[in-house]
Nanobody
Framework: QVQLVESGGGLVPPGGSLRLSCAAS????????MGWYRQAPGKQRELVAG???????NYADSVKGRFTISRDNAKNTVYLQMNSLKPEDTAVYYC????????WGQGTQVTVSS
């Protein structure tokens, strides 16, 4: 059984930074693809950033150059460093683990507002 617990969300002014963390239970983490998704009110959930077991990364065009995804396999944790935040980044951010079956965290709210 895999459990994902996100943390690090909050309220930040435009131009600010936040770092999200997602801790995974179980033994699949190092062999799993990990991703951060977000869902804004009235919109579909979208991929923000992903990382493969080997450490390759990919990003949505809207966050390239501002967000960085990283993973620490020793800690079973994936991070999302978010810089130069914009109001349009406001959403609930979800952690995703994929190893055959997908698993989701409960989500953490990120609000970018002055």
């Amino acid at each position: 059984q895999v459990q994902l617990v996100e943390s690090g969300g909050g309220l930040v002014p435009p131009g600010g930074s936040l770092r999200l963390s997602c801790a995974a239970s179980g033994r699949l983490f190092s062999r799993s693809a990990m991703g951060w998704y977000r869902q804004a009110p009235g919109k579909q959930r979208e991929l923000v950033a992903g990382t493969t077991p080997g450490g390759s990364t990919n990003y949505a065009d809207s966050v390239k150059g501002r967000f960085t995804i990283s993973r620490d396999n020793a800690k079973n944790t994936v991070y999302l460093q978010m810089n130069s935040l914009k109001p349009e980044d406001t959403a609930v951010y979800y952690c995703n683990l994929r190893f055959g079956v997908e698993h989701w965290g409960q989500g953490t709210q990120v609000t970018v507002s002055s």
